[in-house]
């Protein structure tokens, strides 16, 4: 009878130390943008959705910043460096908000916003989730900050 508690016991030790390791993953580890603190990021950042494109959100331990899937397949920055106009990226335009798109390490995306003071960054892993039901979950809370000036094709340029 000892042989058999004792398997049980080291069962159940076994499967409550599995549970807890699994809920220690610790918030997700990011760097503030440099204009972090401007207010703007704040409103930014309290009407982003709890869900995301259906992942779950992570803590993170930066100010202004967010995190969501497991494992991280989305973060987001505001306060990053304002973009000049470019030709170096594209500019496409999701419900209202306008991003440049840095493909250059895809799958992983980086869209910056254009236009908006201070610019919200956005770092997608395309390998799990795409960029279009993101930036649309996000549209919402990054319209927080106004638009001050918007993409403009090049035939729009006379």
């Not at 603190?37 to 779950?56: F, H, M, Q, T, Y």
């Not at 030709?87 to 895809?106: K, M, N, Q, S, Y």
């Not at 549209?139 to 035939?155: F, K, L, M």
Request: aromatic letters at 4%; a negative charge; proline letters at 9%.
């Amino acid at each position: 009878m000892k042989r058999t508690s004792g398997a049980i016991s080291a069962a159940v030790l076994g499967t409550l130390v599995a549970a807890a390791l699994a809920g220690c993953s610790g918030p997700v580890t990011m760097d503030p943008a440099p204009d972090a603190n401007n207010p703007e990021c704040a409103s930014v950042i309290v009407n982003v959705p709890e869900r995301l494109a259906g992942l779950v959100p992570r803590e993170t331990d930066a100010q202004s910043t967010k995190a969501w899937g497991d494992p991280t397949s989305v973060r987001l920055r505001c306060g990053v460096p304002v973009p000049a106009p470019t030709a170096e990226f594209p500019c496409i335009t999701v419900d209202g908000v306008d991003w440049l798109r840095d493909a250059a390490d895809e799958p992983v995306t980086v869209f910056t916003t254009y236009g908006r003071d201070p610019a919200v960054q956005v770092i997608i892993d395309g390998a799990v989730v795409g960029g279009e039901p993101v930036l649309t979950g996000l549209a919402g809370a990054v319209s927080q900050v106004p638009a001050e000036r918007e993409c403009v094709d090049v035939t729009d340029v006379r």
